[in-house]
């Protein structure tokens, strides 16, 4: 952090914070208050935007004043569909997450995984073939609407995602090199931030945000006290070669003026008899989608308690680089079982932070804070 800024930023002490301690941001609380008072115009406008372009000038960054002044966030209509009979509220695109979720799910739907038993083999493998073929179309089809034309459509159809599965054999691993993406008509950052929400009226929210890299891009806005992000990895800088996270992108997810970047947030929504029943989310970068895909599963198809379902180990694949990861504590024996059948297997770090909120009958809430993380659950 020193590094990538004039002066120290705030929260950084030289000989290390202890117990006890104060910390004032006083620039971040004046940046704050802006936004409090003015609403978006007091960020993209006025003091804080000013700061912002003094950075830019700076550090040699291309963002003007009005850039900033003429940015306006967009309202799409959320992902939804079907499983089960449970309805299943998503984020659209750019992010990849809702596509991403309605594929794996439904690619599941018809093969009956219940019935292979919770981080068996065959489960197991059930679900790192379909993570790797939703992955594949991730990188070839995905990426902002208002520039390529997401053929969501024909990415969800019955035909395309039972095509999408014909070459699925129980018998040996996949190859990614084999899996290419489907034929349709038409290793981001894991530093973000997750929570889920449910009032005694019944109002669901689940929010995911990001810097993207940890301490984003490592700069402080001077005088405003926040980070700047990294966002500009998750667009495909080189369509065809991976970033900082080995996820791959194609045209659709390239670079261009207004443009907004592909990634992988999933906050989701479940609705039983069009009630929440489940908000879930994660961080993660592109384990976010596959840990919410697993989560979802472990308590829709085995029938786990909450808890359970988040903190059990959990395992990733992304179609490339060609290597299914798992969690320290996965179950050694299905991980020799598979490595046998031709599974390149790595053991990882934490899989995600998942955050979740049931809905129990009777109207109690159940919240599960995920251990792999500093996280939390409260009622009040």
């Not at 202890?18 to 971040?28: M, N, V």
């Not at 079907?82 to 309605?102: A, E, F």
């Not at 009777?362 to 996280?375: H, M």
Request: proline share 5%; aromatic share 8%.
């Amino acid at each position: 952090l020193k590094r990538f800024n004039t002066v120290t930023p705030v929260f950084v002490k030289i000989d290390g914070w202890k117990a006890g301690d104060t910390l004032i941001q006083t620039d971040l609380a004046n940046t704050l208050k802006r936004i409090r008072d003015k609403g978006a115009p007091g960020f993209y406008e006025g003091e804080t935007a000013k700061l912002i372009v003094e950075e830019m000038k700076r550090g040699g960054g291309i963002i003007s004043y009005d850039d900033l002044k003429n940015y306006k966030a967009k309202t799409r209509t959320p992902h939804i569909f079907t499983y089960k009979g449970y309805k299943i509220v998503g984020m659209p695109m750019p992010s990849s997450g809702g596509l991403l979720l309605h594929q794996m799910m439904k690619m599941i739907e018809k093969r009956n995984i219940g019935s292979m038993g919770f981080q068996s083999e065959q489960s197991v493998q059930l679900m790192t073939e379909v993570e790797r073929r939703a992955f594949a179309d991730r990188g070839e089809y995905m990426g902002d609407a208002d520039f390529y034309k997401v053929p969501v459509k024909e990415l969800t159809s019955e035909k395309y995602l039972d095509d999408r599965m014909k070459d699925y054999s129980p018998d040996k691993a996949g190859m990614s090199q084999d899996v290419k993406a489907g034929h349709a008509s038409y290793y981001e950052s894991e530093e973000t931030t997750h929570l889920s929400v449910v009032d005694k009226e019944g109002n669901a929210v689940a929010v995911t945000t990001t810097l993207n890299n940890s301490y984003g891009s490592r700069t402080v806005v001077g005088d405003a006290g926040f980070f700047l992000n990294d966002e500009m990895d998750d667009f495909s800088i080189k369509p065809g070669v991976p970033n900082m996270y080995g996820a791959i992108g194609g045209e659709a997810n390239a670079i261009m003026p207004g443009k907004r970047m592909l990634s992988s947030m999933t906050p989701t929504i479940v609705l039983k008899d069009d009630k929440p029943f489940l908000v879930i989310g994660t961080p993660g970068g592109t384990t976010i989608p596959t840990s919410v895909f697993q989560t979802l599963v472990n308590i829709i198809e085995f029938g786990m308690n909450t808890e359970d379902a988040v903190y059990k180990p959990k395992f990733h694949h992304q179609w490339l680089p060609d290597t299914l990861e798992i969690e320290k504590g996965f179950p050694q024996p299905v991980s020799e079982a598979l490595k046998k059948k031709g599974y390149a297997i790595k053991e990882r770090g934490a899989i995600g932070r998942t955050e979740v909120i049931r809905v129990l009958p009777g109207g109690k809430f159940e919240g599960v804070a995920d251990r792999r993380g500093d996280d939390d659950a409260e009622g009040y």
